[in-house]
């Protein structure tokens, strides 16, 4: 588990409660200050943690950023805040493989890429800048990043983009 793992840089849609489903019923660790959060668990009332290659597009209400620690226990259902996140919101995360985002050449290569998520086995939530998925299935786009930190800059993108012509 880390916190501080992602966190919001522009365009951030203010700050929210959610419940939380206690441990014992949901299965998950606790919430932690910078860690992604989609709606689910029982009747999907619930903020839970975003697992690798999300969020997706028809598939998951991607809810935010952790803003701070969850408050639920082994047998009681608790709260956590959530920083919200709308069209144009900016996140800023590591990238899940650093050597392909340390040089201005590979940062043009990624640019614009729609991407998701990826959690490790210790629960560390990165970028996986190496997805480049499909415009109508991820909700993440590359706008930018830090070749010095190897830091990735995504916009959340929820609609899928579709051009008549």
């Known amino acids: 588990m880390a916190r501080?793992?992602?966190?919001?840089?522009?365009?951030?849609?203010?700050?929210r409660d959610f419940d939380t489903d206690d441990r014992d019923t949901s299965d998950i660790n606790q919430l932690l200050w910078g860690e992604?959060?989609?709606?689910?668990?029982?009747?999907?009332?619930?903020?839970?943690?975003?697992?690798?290659?999300?969020?997706?597009?028809g598939t998951d209400v991607f809810l935010g950023i952790?803003?701070?620690?969850?408050?639920?226990?082994?047998?009681?259902?608790?709260?956590?805040?959530v920083e919200r996140v709308g069209p144009g919101t900016v996140i800023e995360g590591d990238a899940t493989?650093?050597?392909?985002i340390d040089t201005a050449s590979e940062l043009l290569g990624l640019m614009l890429d729609f991407v998701a998520?990826?959690?490790?086995?210790?629960s560390v939530y990165t970028v996986d800048e190496?997805?480049?998925?499909?415009?109508?299935q991820l909700m993440l786009q590359i706008v930018g990043g830090d070749i010095i930190r190897t830091r990735?800059?995504?916009?959340?993108?929820?609609?899928?983009?579709t051009r008549s012509s």
């Open 97 to 100: 493989t650093s050597a392909s």
């Open 36 to 57: 992604p959060v989609k709606r689910g668990g029982a009747g999907n009332n619930f903020a839970m943690p975003v697992d690798t290659g999300e969020p997706e597009i």
């Open 117 to 122: 998520f990826d959690v490790s086995a210790t």
């Open 66 to 81: 952790v803003k701070r620690d969850s408050t639920e226990t082994a047998g009681v259902d608790g709260k956590v805040e």
């Open 130 to 136: 190496d997805q480049a998925g499909a415009a109508t």
């Open 4 to 15: 501080g793992d992602l966190r919001i840089v522009a365009n951030g849609y203010g700050v």
């Open 152 to 161: 990735v800059f995504v916009q959340f993108s929820p609609v899928p983009t």
